[in-house]
């Protein structure tokens, strides 16, 4: 220093001689070595630490893993906020501080520009400014606000670069803790400073603006940080060399780091202002990325490492991404070859680092500690993604440079892998082996580098030996991947065997049990023998249950008996199923460190193939073992699982597949056993230490909204302790965990006993397994074992996987389950639980959030892809956004959330998403009849699904839309969406037959196409041939493929059926060959079928499919004449029909053995009611067989009965014994007992159906109806009880004959010992007690039957009331005609009522087009497999026809009321109800007449004493009750109808042919108006036309009469019955005839008074289509009235039921009135004022009539103006003129649309039918053609009733346009708009009186009807009725 100071002070003197630069070194030198002593301590910080990677270790620090980069970020902070405390300069200082600031003063004077010579480099003079502004703190001087300069405003030369140097410095030594400037610049003054001079040295510049960036990062201030190092980077192009010198490396390198550092502190701004916002933390990362770019540049390994460590923690959360991968993965490789060129100048220091301390690091970490990271973040190896497993090692050692390194050649190589770029990442690979030294970091390169190697199926061999000195698990784990990663199935199998050949120790059990599993799937779908792939899994079993457990009670006393942690836990010491340390096994570092040159050496004696023995499988160790014996939940978890797999993979057809299933099922019962067992002591020690409470009190204290489901749930009443486990069915369905017992197994005590997260380690798997075996059990009848999974089910969605949507899915499947079980109360208890079904806000926002996330991040990749594609080349950028948007889809489409590595492994089950259990709660909803909650949830999970590119869900949810569109009746979408489906995904066998069978139904159910069936029939067809294919592909799979294939081929014989049916649909059609043939054929295909599915195991399938079957041959046994072929198919039906019953008793029986006694009569199981069900069918053809056989006995007796004493010697003097065939034999056999066998079936099926009404009425109907038969066979020759009418008959014939004969004989002339007399006596004997026999059997038969009619009327079951109303009669016959004849009209009511709701149905066949069709639709659809589901009781149903009967009159009016025997009471006294029904086989017709009372009135008092001599007889009731039953056919009445209907269209052809006639003489006339007379002779030439148009008319009055004759024929015996009661008769006459001879008195004998009646017929609809009326039984003078209803169940409805609800609602009506909304029709109100001037009429109505509002007629005429110009009969002017002639009183209020206005639209139809009270047509053609039926049975208007419906009535023009409109339609819509059917539906709005015609007419015919009609009604001399 000494002679520094000489050489100043010489040039001071002297002068410097342009030495500028000299003398300024010299001064800062000086001035350095004076305040070094007295300078403060250096701050403990770093302007830019070196930042540390981080990953969360599991989720419970996944916080505290986030928060410390930003602790690591403010450390700096913190430590200047400490340092900020005061710093005292010693006193001492004080003349060295002088002295340096002279030194430093002097310096600057020289150089501050008033001499130009002396002006130096900026960069020079920059120290010397620094010195100044440290020495002027320790002085503790202020600076001015020159700042170094004189004059703040001078901007000459370098004065605005030396204030901005000097305010850079201020600012940087203000918080030092030595002096703070007063008044010192902030940063937003220094970056003002800073851009105001024009820089002379770009380098200064470059680095006070990277300095200043530091500055203002430090102060948080990084806006203006991101601003200042944005200015630093744009030297990045310009640069800082000067001009046109030579290009300076040393100034190159500082200018790249200085770039380095501003592009470090440019990204830490960006990521503290980051905000979540993903695009910012990418131009952070692209600001690292250039840092390390700028770094190589530099050569500057530190300053490369420092950018990539900040790169990488910027980086890490987006790397689990396969988009972002993609979009690192071209910064990556540039990274990582700047590591790798700056490493190479430190390659030795690296070589030498001590191994120990590597160990250590990222890359050391032990094998093993990498697989324990995976399972403390709850990860599967297996399914455990590659950037996982590095970010989880990273985070172990963050300083490591070499774990840095091997982590970005992981994610490297998964982006490769990502796109399955195979060769790219192999040369990734090998790159990183030759950049990273030997050490064990290179470990994750070699697992890289076997997959990348397995995946291009090259060997792995050589690369897999580097891992042997690793763990066994590790070791194993490798092998795995490999088989996972293999092409060959040889591969595949080898890599499995060593995987699990290197565990054997005993810790790695748990791993071997995994590994075993999947080895046996993979076995199994790689169509492996199934035995071997069932050894994989029993092996694992065998591990299990050889595993040894300690129960909680040891463990306790185990605990307190050692309190201190076991010693030797690096071998012995590691719990059940855990890993080994890092310390176990393994070979030293030094060793490992020369694996690859061991490597090398290839030893020839390891290839040689030695012989190896394997053990296989374990032996027990305690043979003895029961489930009982197992306590540990994890334990029986494991056996849980492999034996629903062990069911899987055997299939339905293995024996063992029953055993499989009840075993999983015993598992799931232990681990409830064992839970609920040890969670009592501890329930008591929480509930001592009050946990409950705290735990309560703890949860109202977070302030949670309670759940949705807390208002609604009520859990049943507890009996006894909480852990006390349920004992019944009905416990277990209405079981909800306790609160207690789910906080206990929360608890520590519990260990492996409870149910949690550590016990059941994979939750999503569990529950998959448990509902695939609730399945499994629905499906072969254990349905009540299904409760306890249930129950298991929801403890773990609500507690262990904690989601709400998928606890509610569990819900509506244990709905289902009790309602199979028949169990109303526990289903309503679950969907209470379940709640409203519904998406959850939170849900549908939470994945709305994750879809909108995605898509910004696709867009985002997008863009970036575009800019660095930009930067890189710009020439390109036009076709950017085209290959951007390709590669976007390739990224999508490996986003799949289910993505696995091998086909056998299915869909990842540990994350619960949301869009699948949306999914199949869908489809239970569907099941269940919930269509718009569904179709939402469908909706929302489609989004999420395509967003996700989740392509197997995807399929699934546009599957499940078909199944929707297919109930909803959109049969054309839902065969769209399967294709759809099937185009989406491959998907696998059961998925395509799903698919396939949906699309076959539909199009099946589509009744618009007439080609339906044969359409499916080609469907079904095509696909028996593909499966045909697979299953000789996939032997393993038979169980599968044959089940199909037996599906198929009976669904082909089922529409083949169909088919012929419907193109034959009489049952004459049924005999002829062809038909016979097919139907014979259909037959041997659904034979077949049942047998295969019989085989396979499908046994429940099998009986459906038989019963079907015997149904067939049962038809065909009917149809046949002939007797012996009637016997065969008989008999071929009961073979059928006793196998199903066979198989069905034998499921039933297998299932019922694991019930108690009391179980079965609780609830009612599928099985059972399925074989009740067939026993039914059985019954039902055994009943018809008992028939047949009667009838045959009793002919047979007859014709005996009719031979004579003579001929039955002969016969028997030459008869033979007969020789009988087989099949007579068999008929023998099958008949002789026929009678008890029935009666045995039919008591077995009453006692099975628990609980179920339909099945119990149809049970008792059928014992009923054999007590009848066999009450008619045991009657010993007895007439029929039909004959009652002959027998009277035939008894006053021998009365007359013996009349007078006395009786001669005595008891003495007979001889009582003769043969003779004992033979007559003992035959005399034996009948009396056969017709005893026979009259029990008749009155057990109408007890039962009348039981199983009040039961089918109480449940609305019309057609087994029906049916069992006809037996009835049937026992009674003609021995009691009025109970006959009630029981008739209730047979003819419930028929009818099965009609017109079938009418109602066909009218309703598109449920969208209104809520009553949707509503019928979905009701059909609960109905149509109820025997199993059992849906009728569910609260669907329920619903539905609370809403169907309240909301629509068509509903109420098919409504047969229970009290159907007693209506007729109160119907008018003067109704003659006839009643004409065919029985439902058409064989015969009933007729009758219902008995009304009719008392005659009584004689004048005389006296009010009683005379006993004088005292006339009571009078007695008249009644006219009358039955009969004639025999007939179908085929009969058949034709008859047919002729009657093409009696019909030829009339209408007629009257066509007749109007054109007509017209064409009115247009001829027209036309020769103006002519002369010789012209006008033309006109008479028609008259031929005329004359043959007589002629037709004859001859078509001549073929009605023919008909009509053909019909009286038919009906003659019953007709002959109506006119005996119809006969005239006197009121006189009737009562004279009761009074005796001498009382009667002249006076009161006047002239006989007629009695009128009034004849109502009510007939079924085919006798409806013909001309009753015409009967020569009804041309009485008696008969003043005469019409016709469907039934007297809908003549009541008409009548009385709605006037009583009428009547009911008259007085609020009223009320309502003011409130009601005006109406719509146009011109009421006007009509109303007119209306008001006019006197009303006081009419006096009758007794039994209606009153007709007539002034509030509604009325359509000629509606399209149908008419020709020359018509004379004109609609409109005919109803114009009568609306004239009642124009006072009535006709001014009378509303409608006449055809001159308009063409009115449906709605107006449906308003003007609404609002009337009597309604009038008056057109052509069809009035259904006018309003739909499907709009008109909707219609509630009871208010209206009359219609008058004048339609039928053709012309040329209407015709045309008809016929037009009828191309349109299908053939169901024509024949509801024929009259029969049109009045039926009119009839369920409410009309209560319709006039129609049923004929087609004339228009004149129209008008004369028109006018008689409303002459009758509105003539003042006549009533309104």
């Known amino acids: 220093m000494e002679h520094l100071v000489t050489v100043y002070d010489g040039m001071k003197k002297v002068g410097h001689a342009g030495e500028t630069v000299l003398l300024v070194n010299i001064c800062v030198a000086l001035a350095y070595a004076l305040i070094q002593p007295w300078l403060p301590p250096p701050p403990s910080k770093e302007p830019v630490a070196p930042p540390v990677a981080v990953v969360p270790q599991s989720a419970s620090e996944s916080g505290k893993g986030n928060k410390s980069p930003k602790k690591q970020r403010a450390a700096p902070t913190v430590s200047k906020a400490q340092t900020k405390v005061a710093f005292t300069v010693s006193p001492d200082a004080g003349p060295d501080l002088k002295k340096a600031l002279e030194y430093v003063t002097y310096a600057m004077e020289v150089t501050s520009g008033k001499n130009p010579a002396d002006l130096i480099p900026i960069a020079v003079r920059y120290p010397l400014l620094q010195m100044w502004v440290q020495i002027k703190q320790l002085s503790q001087q202020q600076i001015g606000k020159g700042l170094g300069t004189e004059d703040e405003t001078n901007m000459e030369g370098q004065k605005p670069m030396t204030r901005a140097q000097v305010a850079i410095e201020i600012l940087a030594l203000t918080n030092n803790g030595v002096m703070e400037f007063k008044e010192g610049p902030t940063v937003t003054d220094v970056v003002a400073l800073m851009e105001a001079p024009v820089w002379s040295d770009k380098l200064i510049e470059l680095q006070l603006w990277t300095r200043l960036a530091l500055l203002a990062y430090e102060d948080k201030e990084h806006n203006q940080s991101i601003y200042c190092a944005k200015k630093s980077l744009t030297f990045e192009l310009t640069g800082t060399q000067p001009k046109n010198k030579k290009f300076d490396s040393h100034r190159f390198m500082v200018e790249q780091e200085m770039l380095t550092y501003a592009s470090i502190i440019l990204g830490q701004s960006l990521m503290e202002n980051m905000a979540g916002k993903n695009s910012i933390r990418r131009d952070a990362m692209s600001a690292f990325f250039n840092a390390a770019r700028f770094g190589k540049n530099a050569k500057n390994y530190d300053l490369v490492i420092l950018s990539v460590r900040h790169y990488w923690n910027a980086s890490l959360p987006l790397v689990s991404s396969p988009i972002e991968r993609e979009l690192i993965k071209e910064p990556l490789k540039s990274i990582l070859q700047c590591l790798a060129t700056t490493s190479k100048a430190?390659?030795?220091?690296?070589?030498?680092?001590?191994?120990?301390?590597?160990?250590?690091?990222?890359?050391?970490?032990?094998?093993?500690?990498?697989?324990?990271?995976?399972?403390?973040?709850?990860?599967?190896?297996?399914?455990?993604?590659?950037?996982?497993?590095?970010?989880?090692?990273?985070?172990?050692?963050?300083?490591?440079?070499?774990?840095?390194?091997?982590?970005?050649?992981?994610?490297?190589?998964?982006?490769?892998?990502?796109?399955?770029?195979?060769?790219?990442?192999?040369?990734?690979?090998?790159?990183?082996?030759?950049?990273?030294?030997?050490?064990?970091?290179?470990?994750?390169?070699?697992?890289?580098?076997?997959?990348?190697?397995?995946?291009?199926?090259?060997?792995?061999?050589?690369?897999?030996?580097?891992?042997?000195?690793?763990?066994?698990?590790?070791?194993?784990?490798?092998?795995?991947?490999?088989?996972?990663?293999?092409?060959?199935?040889?591969?595949?199998?080898?890599?499995?065997?060593?995987?699990?050949?290197?565990?054997?120790?005993?810790?790695?059990?748990?791993?071997?049990?995994?590994?075993?599993?999947?080895?046996?799937?993979?076995?199994?779908?790689?169509?492996?023998p199934?035995?071997?792939?069932?050894?994989?899994?029993?092996?694992?079993?065998?591990?299990?249950?050889?595993?040894?457990?300690?129960?909680?009670?040891?463990?306790?006393?185990?605990?307190?008996?050692?309190?201190?942690?076991?010693?030797?836990?690096?071998?012995?010491?590691?719990?059940?199923?855990?890993?080994?340390?890092?310390?176990?096994?393994?070979?030293?570092?030094?060793?490992?460190?020369?694996?690859?040159?061991?490597?090398?050496?290839?030893?020839?004696?390891?290839?040689?193939?030695?012989?190896?023995?394997?053990?296989?499988?374990?032996?027990?160790?305690?043979?003895?073992?029961?489930?009982?014996?197992?306590?540990?939940?994890?334990?029986?978890?494991?056996?849980?699982?492999?034996?629903?797999?062990?069911?899987?993979?055997?299939?339905?057809?293995?024996?063992?597949?029953?055993?499989?299933?009840?075993?999983?099922?015993?598992?799931?019962?232990?681990?409830?056993?064992?839970?609920?067992?040890?969670?009592?002591?501890?329930?008591?020690?929480?509930?001592?230490?009050?946990?409950?409470?705290?735990?309560?009190?703890?949860?109202?204290?977070?302030?949670?909204?309670?759940?949705?489901?807390?208002?609604?749930?009520?859990?049943?009443?507890?009996?006894?302790?909480?852990?006390?486990?349920?004992?019944?069915?009905?416990?277990?369905a209405q079981y909800d965990v306790p609160d207690e017992v789910i906080e206990a197994c929360k608890q520590e005590a519990i260990k492996g006993a409870g149910i949690n997260n550590k016990t059941i380690p994979k939750p999503g798997l569990t529950y998959h397994y448990m509902d695939l075996l609730v399945s499994f059990l629905r499906d072969i009848g254990y349905n009540h074992l299904a409760l306890p999974i249930l129950a298991m089910m929801d403890f773990i969605t609500r507690d262990i996987l904690k989601s709400r949507a998928l606890n509610t899915l569990v819900h509506l499947k244990s709905v289902e389950v009790c309602i199979e079980l028949n169990m109303p109360t526990a289903a309503l208890y679950h969907e209470n639980l379940a709640g409203e079904p519904a998406i959850d806000e939170d849900e549908l926002a939470k994945s709305r959030e994750e879809m909108?996330?995605?898509?910004?991040?696709?867009?985002?990749?997008?863009?970036?892809?575009?800019?660095?594609?930009?930067?890189?080349?710009?020439?390109?950028?036009?076709?950017?956004?085209?290959?951007?948007?390709?590669?976007?889809?390739?990224?999508?489409?490996?986003?799949?959330?289910?993505?696995?590595?091998?086909?056998?492994?299915?869909?990842?089950?540990?994350?619960?998403?949301?869009?699948?259990?949306?999914?199949?709660?869908?489809?239970?909803?569907?099941?269940?009849?919930?269509?718009?909650?569904?179709?939402?949830?469908?909706?929302?999970?489609?989004?999420?699904?395509?967003?996700?590119?989740?392509?197997?869900t995807e399929a699934r949810i546009l599957y499940i839309f078909g199944l929707?569109?297919?109930?909803?009746?959109?049969?054309?979408?839902?065969?769209?969406?399967?294709?759809?489906?099937?185009?989406?995904?491959?998907?696998?066998?059961?998925?395509?037959?799903?698919?396939?069978?949906?699309?076959?139904?539909?199009?099946?159910?589509?009744?618009?196409n007439r080609e339906c069936h044969r359409e499916a029939r080609k469907m079904l067809i095509h696909a028996l041939?593909?499966?045909?294919?697979?299953?000789?592909?996939?032997?393993?799979?038979?169980?599968?493929?044959?089940?199909?294939?037996?599906r198929l081929e009976?669904?082909?014989?089922?529409?083949?059926?169909?088919?012929?049916?419907?193109?034959?649909?009489?049952?004459?059609?049924?005999?002829?060959?062809?038909?016979?043939?097919?139907?014979?054929?259909?037959?041997?295909?659904?034979?077949?079928?049942?047998?295969?599915?019989?085989?396979?195991?499908?046994?429940?399938?099998?009986?459906?499919?038989?019963?079907?079957?015997?149904?067939?041959?049962?038809?065909?046994?009917?149809?046949?004449?002939?007797?012996?072929?009637?016997?065969?198919?008989?008999?071929?039906?009961?073979?059928?029909?006793?196998?199903?019953?066979?198989?069905?008793?034998?499921?039933?029986?297998?299932?019922?053995?694991?019930?108690?006694?009391?179980?079965?009569?609780?609830?009612?199981?599928?099985?059972?009611?399925?074989?009740v069900d067939a026993k039914l069918a059985m019954s039902d053809c055994m009943l018809d067989i008992l028939r047949v056989y009667i009838d045959e006995e009793r002919d047979k007796q007859l014709q005996e009965m009719r031979k004579g004493s003579v001929e039955k010697v002969l016969e028997e003097m030459i008869s033979q014994s007969p020789d009988l065939s087989q099949e007579e034999r068999d008929w023998i056999d099958l008949t002789k007992c026929i009678g008890e066998d029935v009666m045995s079936e039919v008591k077995s099926a009453h006692n099975l159906c628990n609980g179920i009404p339909n099945l119990k009425a149809r049970a008792l109907y059928n014992i009923g109806k054999a007590l009848r038969l066999l009450a008619v066979h045991k009657n010993p020759n007895a007439p029929s009880l039909w004959e009652l009418d002959e027998m009277n008959m035939l008894k006053m014939e021998e009365a007359l004959l013996t009349e007078g004969e006395t009786e001669e004989e005595t008891d003495d002339t007979m001889d009582t010992t003769s043969k003779t007399y004992i033979k007559y006596s003992t035959a005399i004997t034996t009948a009396k007690t056969q017709l005893e026999n026979s009259h029990k059997y008749f009155l057990d038969a109408s007890e039962i039957l009348t039981q199983a009619l009040n039961l089918a009327l109480q449940h609305q079951f019309k057609d087994i009331a029906g049916l069992a109303a006809l037996?009835?009669?049937?026992?009674?016959?003609?021995?009691?005609?009025?109970?006959?004849?009630?029981?008739?009209?209730?047979?003819?009511?419930?028929?009818?009522?099965?009609?017109?709701?079938?009418?109602?149905?066909?009218?309703?066949?598109?449920?969208?087009?209104?809520?009553?069709?949707?509503?019928?639709?979905?009701?059909?659809?609960?109905?149509?497999?109820?025997?199993?589901?059992?849906?009728?009781?569910?609260?669907?149903?329920?619903?539905?026809?609370?809403?169907?009967?309240?909301?629509?009159?068509?509903?109420?009016?098919?409504?047969?009321?229970?009290?159907?025997?007693?209506?007729?009471?109160?119907?008018?006294?003067?109704?003659?109800?006839?009643?004409?029904?065919?029985?439902?086989?058409?064989?015969?017709?009933?007729?009758?007449?219902?008995?009304?009372?009719?008392t005659v009135p009584a004689a004048p008092e005389v006296s009010k004493k009683p005379d006993k001599?004088?005292?006339?007889?009571?009078?007695?009731?008249?009644?006219?009750?009358?039955?009969?039953?004639?025999?007939?056919?179908?085929?009969?009445?058949?034709?008859?109808?047919?002729?009657?209907?093409?009696?019909?269209?030829?009339?209408?052809?007629?009257?066509?042919?007749?109007?054109?006639?007509?017209?064409?003489?009115?247009?001829?006339?027209?036309?020769?108006?103006?002519?002369?007379?010789?012209?006008?002779?033309?006109?008479?030439?028609?008259?031929?036309?005329?004359?043959?148009?007589?002629?037709?008319?004859?001859?078509?009055?001549?073929?009605?009469?023919?008909?009509?004759?053909?019909?009286?024929?038919?009906?003659?015996?019953?007709?002959?019955?109506?006119?005996?009661?119809?006969?005239?008769?006197?009121?006189?006459?009737?009562?004279?005839?009761?009074?005796?001879?001498?009382?009667?008195?002249?006076?009161?004998?006047?002239?006989?008074?007629?009695?009128?009646?009034?004849?109502?017929?009510?007939?079924?609809?085919?006798?409806?289509?013909?001309?009753?009326?015409?009967?020569?039984?009804?041309?009485?003078?008696?008969?003043?009235?005469?019409?016709?209803?469907?039934?007297?169940?809908?003549?009541?409805?008409?009548?009385?039921?709605?006037?009583?609800?009428?009547?009911?609602?008259?007085?609020?009506?009223?009320?309502?009135?003011?409130?009601?909304?005006?109406?719509?029709?146009?011109?009421?109100?006007?009509?109303?004022?007119?209306?008001?001037?006019?006197?009303?009429?006081?009419?006096?109505?009758?007794?039994?009539?209606?009153?007709?509002?007539?002034?509030?007629?509604?009325?359509?005429?000629?509606?399209?103006?149908?008419?020709?110009?020359?018509?004379?009969?004109?609609?409109?002017?005919?109803?114009?003129?009568?609306?004239?002639?009642?124009?006072?009183?009535?006709?001014?209020?009378?509303?409608?649309?006449?055809?001159?206005?308009?063409?009115?639209?449906?709605?107006?139809?449906?308003?003007?039918?609404?609002?009337?009270?009597?309604?009038l047509f008056y057109g052509m053609e069809r009035f259904m053609d006018y309003i739909p039926p499907s709009k008109l049975v909707t219609l509630n208007i009871p208010e209206c009733l009359m219609t008058f419906l004048f339609d039928m009535a053709n012309t040329s023009q209407s015709f045309l346009t008809q016929s037009k409109r009828d191309v349109k339609k299908n053939a169901s819509i024509l024949t509801l708009e024929k009259p029969v059917e049109t009045a039926a539906l009119i009839s369920l709005t409410g009309v209560k009186t319709i006039f129609t015609n049923q004929w087609h007419c004339a228009l004149v015919e129209n008008g004369t009807k028109l006018m008689d009609l409303m002459k009758g009604n509105l003539d003042f001399s006549n009533y309104s009725t």
């Not at 080349?873 to 390709?886: P, T, Y």
């Not at 045909?1028 to 044959?1042: D, I, W």
């Not at 004459?1068 to 054929?1081: G, Q, T």
């Not at 309703?1404 to 209104?1410: L, W």
Request: proline share 5%; glycine share 6%; aromatic share 6%.
């Open 964 to 1008: 929707l569109s297919y109930h909803e009746a959109q049969f054309a979408q839902a065969i769209n969406f399967c294709h759809e489906a099937q185009m989406t995904l491959e998907g696998d066998e059961m998925f395509w037959f799903d698919t396939a069978w949906l699309m076959i139904d539909a199009t099946a159910a589509d009744k618009s």
């Open 346 to 528: 430190d390659k030795e220091k690296q070589d030498n680092i001590p191994v120990q301390g590597g160990s250590k690091g990222i890359g050391t970490s032990a094998p093993s500690t990498q697989q324990s990271t995976e399972q403390r973040l709850g990860l599967d190896p297996a399914k455990t993604s590659q950037t996982q497993l590095i970010g989880a090692a990273v985070s172990k050692g963050g300083g490591d440079d070499l774990t840095l390194r091997a982590a970005l050649y992981g994610v490297l190589f998964q982006s490769f892998a990502d796109q399955g770029e195979y060769e790219d990442g192999l040369k990734a690979m090998d790159q990183a082996v030759n950049d990273m030294p030997r050490t064990k970091h290179r470990l994750l390169i070699y697992k890289h580098r076997v997959i990348v190697k397995a995946k291009l199926g090259r060997n792995v061999g050589m690369d897999i030996q580097k891992f042997k000195d690793e763990s066994e698990e590790y070791v194993a784990h490798m092998w795995r991947k490999v088989a996972l990663c293999s092409k060959e199935e040889l591969d595949q199998l080898s890599c499995y065997q060593n995987a699990i050949e290197a565990l054997n120790a005993p810790n790695t059990n748990w791993q071997k049990f995994d590994y075993l599993i999947e080895m046996g799937q993979w076995m199994y779908v790689n169509e492996f």
């Open 1367 to 1494: 037996e009835i009669a049937e026992c009674f016959g003609q021995f009691d005609p009025a109970t006959t004849s009630m029981h008739l009209a209730l047979y003819q009511s419930c028929q009818s009522a099965i009609y017109m709701e079938d009418l109602l149905m066909r009218a309703q066949q598109d449920p969208t087009c209104s809520q009553q069709a949707a509503l019928l639709h979905q009701r059909a659809l609960l109905l149509e497999n109820d025997t199993t589901t059992n849906l009728s009781i569910g609260t669907m149903m329920k619903t539905i026809n609370k809403k169907l009967e309240a909301d629509w009159q068509a509903l109420r009016r098919l409504v047969v009321l229970p009290n159907h025997l007693d209506i007729i009471r109160e119907l008018p006294g003067d109704f003659n109800i006839v009643v004409m029904q065919h029985s439902p086989d058409k064989k015969y017709l009933y007729g009758a007449i219902l008995d009304k009372p009719k």
């Open 530 to 732: 199934l035995q071997d792939a069932c050894d994989q899994l029993e092996w694992a079993a065998d591990i299990l249950l050889n595993m040894k457990f300690e129960s909680l009670a040891k463990k306790e006393v185990k605990g307190k008996q050692k309190g201190k942690p076991r010693k030797g836990s690096g071998k012995g010491g590691a719990p059940r199923g855990g890993r080994k340390s890092p310390s176990e096994g393994g070979k030293t570092p030094e060793k490992n460190d020369q694996s690859d040159a061991e490597s090398a050496d290839i030893n020839a004696a390891d290839y040689i193939p030695v012989e190896k023995h394997i053990t296989i499988g374990l032996l027990p160790n305690n043979t003895s073992l029961n489930v009982k014996d197992l306590c540990d939940v994890q334990q029986l978890d494991g056996l849980f699982r492999v034996h629903v797999l062990l069911a899987q993979v055997a299939g339905r057809q293995s024996p063992a597949f029953a055993d499989y299933c009840l075993m999983a099922q015993a598992y799931v019962m232990g681990i409830w056993e064992s839970a609920l067992s040890a969670s009592g002591p501890i329930i008591k020690e929480l509930s001592k230490s009050g946990a409950f409470d705290k735990a309560s009190s703890a949860n109202k204290a977070k302030g949670k909204k309670p759940e949705k489901d807390v208002s609604v749930k009520e859990k049943p009443k507890r009996k006894g302790p909480p852990e006390a486990l349920p004992t019944s069915h009905e416990e277990w």
């Open 1509 to 1815: 001599k004088n005292m006339v007889p009571p009078l007695q009731s008249v009644t006219k009750a009358r039955v009969v039953r004639i025999e007939t056919s179908s085929r009969s009445i058949s034709k008859l109808v047919e002729k009657f209907k093409a009696h019909k269209h030829e009339v209408m052809l007629l009257l066509l042919k007749a109007e054109y006639q007509r017209t064409a003489i009115a247009q001829r006339q027209k036309m020769l108006a103006n002519l002369d007379d010789n012209s006008r002779k033309e006109s008479e030439e028609p008259a031929e036309e005329n004359t043959e148009l007589e002629e037709d008319i004859e001859n078509m009055e001549d073929d009605f009469k023919k008909l009509t004759g053909a019909m009286e024929t038919y009906l003659k015996p019953i007709s002959q019955q109506f006119y005996m009661a119809f006969r005239p008769a006197t009121v006189t006459s009737q009562n004279t005839a009761t009074i005796p001879e001498g009382k009667k008195d002249k006076k009161d004998l006047g002239p006989p008074e007629p009695v009128t009646e009034t004849l109502i017929i009510m007939a079924d609809p085919n006798l409806l289509e013909m001309p009753l009326e015409a009967l020569s039984s009804f041309q009485s003078d008696t008969v003043v009235s005469l019409t016709r209803d469907f039934s007297l169940q809908m003549l009541y409805h008409r009548n009385y039921q709605d006037s009583q609800g009428e009547e009911s609602n008259k007085k609020p009506a009223a009320k309502d009135d003011k409130n009601k909304p005006p109406s719509r029709i146009p011109g009421l109100r006007d009509a109303s004022k007119k209306q008001a001037k006019f006197i009303p009429l006081d009419r006096n109505l009758p007794p039994n009539c209606h009153g007709v509002d007539t002034n509030n007629f509604r009325f359509m005429v000629d509606v399209n103006s149908d008419c020709a110009e020359t018509e004379q009969d004109k609609p409109e002017e005919l109803f114009n003129s009568l609306m004239n002639r009642y124009s006072q009183q009535f006709t001014t209020r009378w509303l409608g649309i006449m055809g001159s206005e308009y063409v009115p639209s449906v709605g107006e139809w449906e308003l003007y039918l609404t609002e009337s009270t009597s309604f």
């Open 1050 to 1171: 009976a669904r082909l014989g089922s529409i083949q059926v169909k088919i012929a049916l419907e193109t034959y649909p009489t049952e004459a059609d049924l005999v002829k060959p062809k038909v016979n043939e097919a139907l014979i054929s259909a037959c041997t295909k659904m034979a077949n079928g049942a047998n295969k599915l019989l085989d396979l195991g499908y046994l429940r399938e099998s009986v459906t499919i038989r019963t079907e079957h015997g149904g067939i041959l049962w038809k065909l046994a009917q149809a046949y004449p002939d007797k012996d072929t009637k016997h065969s198919y008989y008999m071929q039906a009961m073979h059928i029909f006793r196998k199903a019953v066979h198989i069905a008793e034998e499921i039933c029986e297998n299932v019922q053995t694991l019930m108690p006694l009391q179980e079965l009569r609780n609830h009612c199981l599928p099985v059972q009611r399925e074989l």
């Open 1025 to 1046: 041939n593909v499966y045909t294919e697979v299953a000789s592909e996939r032997p393993n799979k038979e169980s599968l493929t044959g089940y199909i294939l037996a």
């Open 852 to 952: 909108e996330v995605l898509k910004e991040k696709q867009l985002q990749v997008v863009k970036e892809e575009i800019r660095s594609k930009m930067n890189i080349d710009k020439e390109d950028g036009i076709e950017l956004r085209a290959i951007d948007k390709l590669k976007v889809e390739k990224l999508k489409k490996n986003t799949v959330s289910g993505k696995t590595e091998a086909s056998h492994l299915g869909k990842p089950l540990g994350k619960v998403e949301i869009r699948d259990v949306w999914t199949e709660t869908a489809h239970a909803l569907i099941k269940q009849g919930v269509y718009q909650p569904a179709r939402e949830m469908l909706n929302e999970a489609h989004k999420n699904a395509q967003c996700f590119g989740d392509k197997e």
